[in-house]
């Protein structure tokens, strides 16, 4: 079991940037897939990045593309979401979740959670 704590968040600017950070509790932190995810007021709660055990692999949502990285530090047990050229879209609360499968943008497939850190991004 991981437990997962993120921080980071913030009231930004449009076009500032951010940096959130995901740490996770246990000695099996590489054993994870790690995904971020957010949910505005009112909407669901969507995929955001995705990166691999070992951090050779991501995927973004194309709302995010070019403007999003996300990493991870294994010996950390952290993983990060740096945040560019915020638009006020990106405001939403930003989930870290962790998995043992290998699916990207289910959801359902991650078994842990964090509680969340708010992004709001004013014009």
């Known amino acids: 079991q991981v437990q997962l704590v993120e921080s980071g968040g913030g009231l930004v600017q449009a076009g500032g940037s951010l940096r959130l950070s995901c740490a996770a509790s246990g000695r099996t932190f590489s054993r994870y897939v790690m995904g971020w995810f957010r949910q505005a007021p009112g909407k669901e709660r969507e995929f955001v990045a995705h990166?691999?055990?070992?951090?050779?692999?991501?995927y973004y949502a194309d709302s995010v593309k070019g403007r999003f990285t996300i990493s991870r530090d294994n010996a950390k047990n952290t993983v990060y979401l740096q945040i560019n050229s915020l638009k006020p879209e990106d405001t939403a609360v930003y989930y870290c979740?962790?998995?043992?499968?290998?699916?990207?943008?289910?959801?359902?497939?991650?078994?842990?959670w964090g509680q969340g850190t708010q992004v709001t991004v004013s014009s």
């Open positions: 979740a962790a998995q043992t499968g290998g699916s990207v943008y289910e959801l359902p497939k991650y078994e842990y």
């Open positions: 990166i691999s055990r070992l951090g050779i692999t991501t």
